[in-house]
C-alpha cells in the first residue's frame, strides 16, 4: 500500500493498481493543470491542481462509500460472503471514477472549453483517454 500525503486529508491510502494509473502520462499531466484555472495569478493560496483534487475525490468517495456501507451493511446482498466481494468490487470501481474524472481537462481547466471545438467538455476528452 502507498500513500500520498494530501494538505486537507493527510494521508491517503493508495493500491498498486492505482498507482499504475497516478504514474500514468495521462494521469500525471495533472500536476500542470491548476484546479482554479487562472485564479492562481490573483490569489496566491489557489495554487491547487488537478492531480492533488483527483487523489482528494478518490479519497472521498472511499470515505462516502465506507459510511453508506456501514449504515446498510447488507446493501448489495443478504449473502454475507457475496455481500463483501461486492461491496469491496463497487468501492474499488467508484475510487477509480473519482481517481480518472479529470483525465480529459484542458490546460487552463473550465476556462479553456470555450476553445474546444463542437461544442465539446471535458468529459468529451475524458472518455478518449487511453
Not at 498507482?19 to 502520462?25: A, M, R, V, Y
Not at 484546479?35 to 491547487?48: F, M, R
Not at 447488507?74 to 449473502?79: E, K, Q
Amino acid at each position: 500500500m502507498y500513500q500520498f500525503r494530501d494538505p486537507v486529508h493527510g494521508f491517503i491510502d493508495v493500491s498498486e493498481d492505482e498507482l499504475k494509473i497516478i504514474n500514468s502520462s495521462p494521469f500525471q499531466r495533472l500536476r500542470n493543470i491548476h484546479q482554479l484555472a487562472t485564479t492562481y495569478l490573483v490569489y496566491h493560496g489557489a495554487e491547487h491542481t488537478r492531480f492533488g483534487h483527483s487523489i482528494g475525490v478518490m479519497h472521498l468517495t472511499s470515505r462516502v462509500f465506507d459510511s453508506i456501507s456501514q449504515k446498510v451493511p447488507n446493501i448489495f446482498s443478504d449473502d454475507s460472503n457475496e455481500n463483501k466481494c461486492r461491496t469491496a468490487w463497487y468501492r474499488q470501481l467508484l475510487r477509480l471514477i473519482g481517481l480518472t474524472h479529470d483525465l480529459g481537462h484542458a490546460p487552463f481547466s473550465h476556462a479553456s472549453e470555450e476553445l474546444f471545438e463542437n461544442g465539446k467538455q471535458h468529459e468529451d476528452y475524458t472518455d478518449n483517454v487511453r
